[in-house]
């Protein structure tokens, strides 16, 4: 049986897996190679170490520099797809007739080179870019950066016509599937959910005694999030509050700081992170914009106690049943207060194993894309 070889190349380095992105890549590495795929991995580096860890699952494991500044910026081409350019890539990527597989739009400088014309390329959204940029400028406060994301969030949209070069689209959401079938009505557009490591549901039984919100806290979607349930939720409602997450502002800690029963946990371990999952009574995930499969969300399933979710946090991704949702500040007060008092069993274990170990299986979904790569 002839070996099966694939190039990916990633936006970052896919190590360590602690943030939506890089999780999906390096679950979808580790699954890919327990099928006996040959992966060759291309990584840009700018803010990460070198991952030796990485070896074991590829290959190859090629690094690039990513060309930060202001030339990267002054290019009509996204920013995050101009910083990612590189003639060692392209070399790598013409010394064999592999197919290729691009890890977002961040990735795909080269997606229309003359080059590559003819050769299987195959594209993993993860968001729809422009929509995410536009939200970001939406959401952010700083004049500088919210100038950087409207622009980008332009470029973007103009960008993503280099999508008519790919074989194929693998997307996160079934929302974005339907956006990009609408954009691409001749082009193969195929559900694929995010890779996220999880095996089995490990909630526990039982109640704890406090709700959490957690998610990297400089990005401002997530700030924005956390500020929301402290000033329009938890402000007047006598229940425990954490919130954990990476480099919260100053803005947030002293918001923080008016409420007695409301805590900040700032870059929390991943141990500590993960015991604050499974021993919240309630972990409440709030987004102000339908992008993508939030990895959170999922990941939170298979290891905590009850959700409380929006709408927009679930948009596309079929886990409705699984979750409870509010919409505004008073329906989550509403459920807050019913939830908090009411023990998680073992009928709701079952209903989770059963969905997630579906639709959400690494193992599954890397026979899928198997299948969308290799049997084409």
Same mark, same amino acid.
């Given at each position: 049986?002839?070996?099966?070889?694939?190039?990916?190349?990633?936006?970052?380095?896919?190590?360590?897996?602690?943030?939506?992105?890089?999780?999906?890549?390096?679950?979808?590495?580790?699954?890919?190679?327990?099928?006996?795929?040959?992966?060759?991995?291309?990584?840009?580096?700018?803010?990460?170490?070198?991952?030796?860890?990485?070896?074991?699952?590829?290959?190859?494991?090629?690094?690039?520099?990513?060309?930060?500044? !202001?030339?990267?910026?002054?290019?009509?081409?996204?920013?995050?797809?101009?910083?990612?350019?590189?003639?060692?890539? !392209?070399?790598?990527?013409?010394?064999?007739?592999?197919?290729?597989?691009?890890?977002? !739009?961040?990735?795909?400088?080269?997606?229309?080179?003359?080059?590559?014309?003819?050769?299987?390329?195959?594209?993993?959204?993860?968001?729809?870019?422009?929509?995410?940029?536009?939200?970001?400028?939406?959401?952010?406060?700083?004049?500088?950066?919210?100038?950087?994301?409207?622009?980008?969030?332009?470029?973007?949209?103009?960008?993503?016509?280099?999508?008519?070069?790919?074989?194929?689209?693998?997307?996160?959401?079934?929302?974005?599937?339907?956006?990009?079938?609408?954009?691409?009505?001749?082009?193969?557009?195929?559900?694929?959910?995010?890779?996220?490591?999880?095996?089995?549901?490990?909630?526990?039984?039982?109640?704890?005694?406090?709700?959490?919100?957690?998610?990297?806290?400089?990005?401002?979607?997530?700030?924005?999030?956390?500020?929301?349930?402290?000033?329009?939720?938890?402000?007047?409602?006598?229940?425990?509050?954490?919130?954990?997450?990476? *480099?919260?502002?100053?803005?947030?800690?002293?918001?923080?700081?008016?409420? *007695?029963?409301?805590?900040?946990?700032?870059?929390?371990?991943?141990?500590?992170?993960?015991? !604050?999952?499974?021993?919240?009574?309630?972990?409440?995930?709030?987004?102000?914009?339908?992008?993508?499969?939030?990895?959170?969300?999922?990941?939170?399933?298979?290891?905590?106690?009850?959700?409380?979710?929006?709408?927009?946090?679930?948009?596309?991704?079929?886990?409705?049943?699984?979750?409870?949702?509010?919409?505004?500040?008073?329906?989550?007060?509403?459920?807050?207060?019913?939830?908090?008092?009411?023990?998680?069993?073992?009928?709701?274990?079952?209903?989770?194993?059963?969905?997630?170990?579906?639709?959400?299986?690494?193992?599954?979904?890397?026979?899928?894309?198997?299948?969308?790569?290799?049997?084409?």
């Amino acid at each position: 049986m002839p070996e099966n070889h694939l190039h990916i190349v990633a936006f970052n380095i896919p190590y360590p897996a602690n943030y939506g992105g890089v999780i999906d890549v390096f679950y979808k590495l580790k699954a890919l190679h327990q099928l006996g795929i040959k992966i060759h991995l291309h990584c840009f580096q700018y803010d990460r170490p070198k991952a030796s860890e990485l070896n074991e699952y590829c290959e190859t494991v090629d690094y690039y520099p990513r060309e930060t500044g !202001l030339a990267s910026q002054f290019s009509i081409k996204p920013y995050i797809v101009e910083s990612r350019k590189s003639e060692a890539l !392209l070399s790598k990527l013409l010394s064999d007739d592999y197919p290729i597989l691009f890890e977002g !739009l961040h990735s795909c400088y080269y997606l229309n080179h003359k080059s590559l014309h003819g050769r299987t390329l195959i594209y993993r959204e993860s968001n729809i870019e422009h929509h995410y940029y536009f939200n970001l400028f939406k959401s952010e406060i700083n004049i500088g950066k919210k100038a950087f994301f409207l622009i980008e969030s332009l470029k973007l949209k103009l960008y993503q016509e280099q999508l008519k070069y790919v074989a194929k689209m693998l997307v996160v959401s079934q929302t974005d599937r339907d956006y990009l079938r609408q954009q691409f009505p001749f082009k193969i557009v195929v559900y694929l959910p995010s890779f996220h490591g999880n095996t089995e549901v490990k909630s526990l039984s039982g109640k704890g005694s406090y709700v959490l919100y957690h998610g990297n806290l400089s990005v401002g979607e997530n700030a924005l999030a956390a500020e929301y349930l402290v000033k329009e939720v938890f402000n007047d409602i006598n229940v425990p509050l954490k919130i954990a997450g990476l *480099n919260p502002s100053e803005t947030l800690k002293r918001l923080v700081a008016n409420f *007695n029963h409301i805590e900040l946990i700032p870059n929390p371990p991943q141990a500590e992170m993960e015991a !604050l999952i499974a021993n919240a009574q309630i972990n409440v995930l709030v987004t102000f914009q339908a992008t993508g499969l939030k990895l959170k969300l999922l990941n939170t399933l298979y290891n905590g106690r009850w959700m409380l979710v929006n709408k927009e946090m679930l948009a596309g991704t079929g886990l409705e049943n699984l979750c409870e949702i509010a919409n505004s500040a008073a329906d989550m007060k509403v459920k807050i207060k019913s939830l908090f008092d009411k023990e998680f069993d073992q009928n709701q274990l079952i209903a989770r194993s059963e969905l997630l170990q579906k639709r959400f299986s690494d193992q599954i979904n890397a026979k899928n894309l198997v299948a969308q790569v290799f049997d084409s």
